[in-house]
C-alpha cells in the first residue's frame, strides 16, 4: 500500500508541478549556469547507495568541497535563487524521480550520506529499515533547530561536530518513533503538516 501511495502521488506531483519544475531549471541555467541538478550520493540502506536529485542551491566548488552537511561554513555559497528554493523545498522537486525509481518513499528518514551509515552502523541499520524519504518525522519536528544549530558553525569541522553530537541521535530517535506508526493515514498526516509549515515560511 505505501509503495501504491508514493507511485500515485508521485505521479500526480509531477502533472501538477511540471510547469514549476521547467521554469526553476531555466532560471538557474539562466542565472548560475550548469549544472541544473545536484546529483550527489545518500544511502537508501548501510549498503546500498543511490544518487539523490536536488536543484543546484549552491555555486560550483572544487571536488571534496561539497563533503559532509550544509551548515555556516558553506553559507556563502548558497546562491539567491538557491535561497529562495531551499526556504520553500522547492530545490526538492527533482526527488519526485527518486520516489518513482523506488529509491526514496515519501515519507521516511531523510537518507544520509555515506560517512555517516560508516561511523553509526549499527544505529542506521536500525533507522534504514524504512525507506529514506523527502520528508518524515525528523524532518517535520527537527529540521529548523538543525539549521539553527549548524548555521553557527564558521568550519567544516565544527559543522560535523554540531551535526554528529546534537543532530544524528535526535533525528534517528524520531525516525525511529515513526517506524513504530508507520502507515499510509500517518504518512498523509505528515505530508500535510510538511506543505503546510512550508506554506507558512
Not at 53 to 78: H, L, Q, Y
Request: glycine share 6%; hydrophobic share 45%.
Amino acid at each position: 500500500m505505501k509503495r501504491l501511495f508514493d507511485i500515485t502521488l508521485a505521479v500526480l506531483f509531477l502533472l501538477l508541478t511540471w510547469p514549476v519544475i521547467l521554469v526553476i531549471a531555466l532560471a538557474i541555467l539562466r542565472r548560475d549556469g550548469a549544472p541544473v541538478f545536484y546529483v550527489a550520493e545518500r544511502m537508501k540502506t548501510p549498503e546500498q547507495p543511490f544518487n539523490l536529485i536536488k536543484f543546484r542551491t549552491m555555486s560550483n566548488a572544487p571536488e571534496g568541497a561539497n563533503a559532509g552537511v550544509t551548515g555556516g561554513d558553506k553559507a556563502n555559497r548558497i546562491t539567491p535563487i538557491g535561497r529562495k528554493l531551499r526556504r520553500f523545498r522547492l530545490d526538492e522537486l527533482p526527488q519526485l524521480i527518486n520516489v518513482l525509481r523506488g529509491d526514496m518513499s515519501f515519507v521516511g528518514p531523510r537518507p544520509p550520506l555515506r560517512q555517516y551509515t560508516e561511523a553509526f552502523p549499527e544505529l542506521y541499520g536500525r533507522v534504514l529499515r524504512s525507506r529514506p524519504g523527502v520528508t518524515g518525522l525528523a524532518t517535520l519536528h527537527y529540521h529548523r533547530h538543525e539549521e539553527r544549530l549548524i548555521a553557527s558553525a564558521t568550519t567544516p569541522q565544527e559543522t560535523e561536530a554540531i551535526y554528529v553530537r546534537r543532530c544524528v541521535p535526535r533525528k534517528a530517535a524520531l525516525d525511529l518513533i515513526y517506524q513504530r506508526h508507520a502507515s499510509v493515514c500517518f504518512d498523509i498526516r505528515i505530508l500535510w503538516q510538511t506543505l503546510a509549515k512550508v506554506a507558512g515560511k
